[in-house]
């Protein structure tokens, strides 16, 4: 990829955000400010340097905001308001939904249902 130059932590796509907000490291399970997590430069598998953001944790070899850290607020927005918790299902994860189910599923009333008999929709 020209321009992408791997020891730009500016450039990087997990750089922390420049406001800083509480994360948690799926790693090591602390919680920090996300301005603590730290660029460092590595060797990768090709012997080039390669910087990553990382968890600043000792020991821990969490990396990457975005990636390995997240923010601790579900509804945390980056500085361009896009939502870093994707919800691509928004129904409900409440887990809360057995109740409609044993109404629908025990009583298959016959005159109750609204397209009950297969009748082929107008159009
Ligand atoms: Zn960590």
New binding site residues.
Partial sequence: MPGYDPLNADADPFRPPAISTIVH?L??G?EYDSYRIEWRVETDSSGGAHGFWC?P?EN?D?RGFGF??FPVDPDYRDENGEKMWVADDEEDDDCGDEELDSKTSGNAGSDSGENDDGEPLPG
Avoid: K, P
Wanted: some cysteine; overall charge negative.
């Fill in positions: 490291c790693h090591c602390e968890c944790i821990c969490g390995d850290i």
